[in-house]
C-alpha cells in the first residue's frame, strides 16, 4: 500500500474540485462583500470543563478566535509532516508565524465561503472520498487504514476535505469566474516568438514571496525590498532555499520549502518565465516585483515535452444550458419544477432558450444566453457529456442532474474538425489564463487578508 499523506490527499481533493466545479463554466453571481463584523470581547471554556489547562485566545479574526491549542496542533501537524519529508525545518519562532499566518488566511477565507453560502453536503464529501481513493488506487477502507495508520483520524481528514473544497469552490467564485482572456490576446500569443519557443517547456519551480500590503505607502514598500534584499543575501551565502522560504516567504507554500512544482513555463507571467528560461537547473533569479510583492524564484528543473501536432479530426458540439443550482434557498424539487416550467416554454415556442438562461441560470454563462463554446470530448462532465452527445441540434434536454446542480441543455451546432489546429488556441488560452489567475489569486488573498479584523492576544 502506497504512502498517503495529508497534504497529498489535500491536493487530490483541490484538483478534484477543480475538475468538477469548473468544467462546466458554471459560476454564481457573487453578492456584496459582507461588513466587517465587531471583534469579540472575550473567550470562556464551558462552565463543565473540567480540564487542569484552560484554554485561551491566540488570534482574533473577524468573529472568530484561534486558541493556542489550535495552534499548538498544527504547528506539531507541519512539523511531523517536514520531519516525514526531510524538509528543512525553520527556527520555531519562524515555524509558528508562518503557521499563524495561514490559519488567519485560511479562517478569513473560509467565513467569507460561509457568508456567500458555499457549502458541501455529506453525499458530495463521500463522492469526493471515493473519487481521492480511486486516484490513490485504494478503496475507501484502505484509504481510512492508511490515514489513520499517519495518525489523523478518519474524521477530520474528512473534514479537512471539506474544507479543502469550500476553499477551492470559493476561489473559483471569487477569482476564476471573472478572468477572462479575448480572442486577440490569443491571436497575438500565438504570433509571438516566445510563445513557440516556450510552448513546449515545463519548469519545476520554488518561490520566497515577500508581500506588498494593499495600497502600501512607499516606506512600506521599500521595508519590503529591504526583506527581499536580506533573503537574497542569504541565498548568496549559501542558505538552504527551502529553509529560507520555509522563514521568509509570504506564500500559502512557504512551508513546502516553497515549492509550487511544474508549471508551462509559456503559463507563468512573461517577465517571470523569460527569467527562469535563462537559467540553469539551480540557479535562482534576482527579485521579480509584480503588484503583489517580490519574487525570489527558483529553477528546480526543467524538461521539454514532445510536440503532439498530429491530432485526430473528432466531432465538436456547441451548446448552451441553463444551470440551477441547489442552495439553501432553493431546493432540488423546486429547481426541478423550475425547470420543467421554463423547458414548457422552449417546447412551445413562447419563449427561446437563451432568452430563459439570461434571466435565469446560475453561471457566469448566463451572460452569454447559456452559451457554453464549442465542446470537445471530455470537456464537461459525464453526466452532462452524455446527454449532451445524445441529442439532436436544435434539440433541448430533459433535466440533467450533476454535481453543479440541475441542467437543461441544449444543443446548437455540431462540426467535424481539425483537432491540432483548435487545440493550440485551447492550449494558448489556457496559458493565457494560467497566467491571470496566479497573479489575480495573489491578488485576492492578499484583500483578503487585509481587509480582516486581525488581533494577536498576548498569553497571559
Avoid at 463522492?127 to 481510512?144: D, F, H
Avoid at 431546493?331 to 414548457?344: P, R
Avoid at 451546432?413 to 497573479?439: H, S, T, V
Wanted: proline share 5%; hydrophobic share 40%; aromatic share 4%.
Amino acid at each position: 500500500m502506497r504512502h498517503t499523506g495529508l497534504h497529498q490527499i489535500s491536493l487530490a481533493a483541490a484538483l478534484l474540485c477543480a475538475l468538477t466545479a469548473g468544467t462546466a463554466n458554471a459560476q454564481s453571481a457573487a453578492p456584496a462583500a459582507p461588513a466587517k463584523p465587531a471583534a469579540p470581547t472575550g473567550f470562556l471554556p464551558p462552565a463543565s470543563s473540567s480540564a487542569n489547562v484552560i484554554d485561551s485566545i491566540a488570534v482574533v479574526v473577524n468573529d472568530e478566535v484561534i486558541t493556542r491549542n489550535e495552534l499548538a496542533g498544527r504547528v506539531r501537524d507541519i512539523e511531523n509532516r517536514m520531519r516525514a519529508a526531510n524538509a528543512p525545518m525553520p527556527d520555531r519562532e519562524d515555524l509558528e508565524r508562518q503557521v499563524t499566518e495561514r490559519m488567519i488566511v485560511e479562517r478569513a477565507q473560509l467565513q467569507l465561503a460561509a457568508e456567500y453560502g458555499v457549502k458541501i453536503s455529506d453525499i458530495e464529501l463521500d463522492r469526493a472520498i471515493v473519487r481521492i481513493a480511486e486516484g490513490q488506487k485504494m478503496s475507501v477502507q484502505e484509504l481510512r487504514n492508511a490515514m489513520e495508520k499517519d495518525g489523523m483520524p478518519f474524521a477530520t481528514f474528512r473534514e479537512e476535505i471539506r474544507k479543502e473544497i469550500i476553499l477551492t469552490r470559493l476561489r473559483e467564485h471569487e477569482v476564476d469566474a471573472k478572468i477572462q482572456v479575448s480572442d486577440a490576446e490569443v491571436d497575438t500569443f500565438m504570433a509571438g516568438e516566445q510563445a513557440a519557443a516556450a510552448q513546449n517547456v515545463e519548469l519545476n519551480i520554488a518561490q520566497i514571496l515577500v508581500r506588498i500590503p494593499d495600497n502600501a505607502s512607499p516606506e512600506q514598500i521599500a521595508a519590503r525590498r529591504a526583506r527581499a534584499d536580506e533573503v537574497m543575501r542569504q541565498l548568496r551565502t549559501g542558505a538552504d532555499f527551502a529553509r529560507v522560504a520555509a522563514t521568509f516567504s509570504d506564500s500559502p507554500d512557504a512551508l513546502q520549502g516553497g515549492a509550487v512544482g511544474w508549471r508551462p513555463a509559456n503559463g507563468l507571467p512573461p517577465v517571470i518565465g523569460e527569467a527562469l528560461l535563462k537559467l540553469n537547473a539551480g540557479q535562482v533569479t534576482e527579485p521579480i516585483r509584480s503588484s503583489t510583492g517580490f519574487h525570489i524564484l527558483k529553477l528546480v528543473d526543467k524538461r521539454t515535452q514532445a510536440k503532439q501536432d498530429d491530432a485526430p479530426v473528432v466531432q465538436q458540439t456547441r451548446a448552451r444550458h441553463i444551470l440551477l443550482k441547489i442552495t439553501p434557498t432553493m431546493s432540488e424539487a423546486e429547481a426541478q419544477k423550475k425547470l420543467t416550467e421554463l423547458k414548457a416554454q422552449v417546447d412551445s415556442k413562447s419563449a427561446k432558450f437563451e432568452d430563459l438562461a439570461r434571466q435565469h441560470s446560475n453561471d457566469a454563462s448566463a451572460a452569454k444566453g447559456g452559451d457554453l463554446g464549442w465542446l470537445y470530448p471530455g470537456d464537461t462532465m459525464p453526466e452532462f457529456e452524455n446527454v449532451m452527445n445524445a441529442l439532436k441540434p436544435g434539440e433541448v434536454s430533459g433535466i440533467v442532474k450533476t454535481p453543479l446542480g440541475l441542467h437543461l441543455i441544449e444543443v446548437v451546432e455540431r462540426k467535424a474538425d481539425d483537432q491540432a489546429k483548435e487545440r493550440k488556441r485551447q492550449e494558448a488560452r489556457q496559458a493565457l489564463f494560467a497566467r491571470k489567475q496566479q497573479e489575480a489569486l495573489e491578488d485576492w488573498e492578499r484583500q483578503v487578508r487585509d481587509r480582516a479584523y486581525v488581533e494577536f492576544r498576548e498569553q497571559g
